[in-house]
């Protein structure tokens, strides 16, 4: 099983990136997905969290009206737009699949993670 993360990058202030994350290996178009982000000398943080249909969604509070998750479950990918970026955003971005159904903020739900991929944003 593995999840490739792709999209992260330099922006600046203001900007935007689309983060993918695509899963290999086995279907997750039944468990919850989610995003987090680690910056230097700091934890692992919750960012964001979608359930199996999308109708349920999660965010933390920092990103709330500027983040949006979706799912493509035909394509076993996840999605993270970000909007108005912040220097404080700057962090890997790691996502996560669950292995049961339901949506989720907490690290330890998750089961597998993808090898992150860094977001730089320059104020």
């Known amino acids: 099983v593995q999840l490739q993360a792709s999209g992260g990058g330099l922006v600046q202030a203001g900007g935007s990136l689309r983060l993918s994350c695509a899963a290999s290996g086995r279907t997750f178009a039944n468990y919850g997905m989610g995003w987090f982000r680690q910056a230097p000398g700091k934890e692992r943080d919750f960012v964001a969290a979608?359930?199996?249909?999308?109708?349920?969604?999660y965010y933390a509070d920092s990103v709330k009206g500027r983040f949006t998750i979706s799912r493509d479950n035909a394509k076993n990918t996840v999605y993270l737009r970000m909007n108005s970026l912040r220097f404080e955003d700057t962090a890997v971005y790691y996502c996560?699949?669950?292995?049961?159904?339901?949506?989720?903020?907490?690290?330890?739900?998750?089961?597998?993670w993808g090898q992150g991929t860094q977001v730089t944003v320059s104020s």
């Open positions: 979608i359930s199996w249909s999308g109708g349920t969604i």
């Open positions: 996560a699949a669950a292995t049961r159904i339901g949506v989720f903020r907490e690290a330890r739900e998750f089961t597998y």
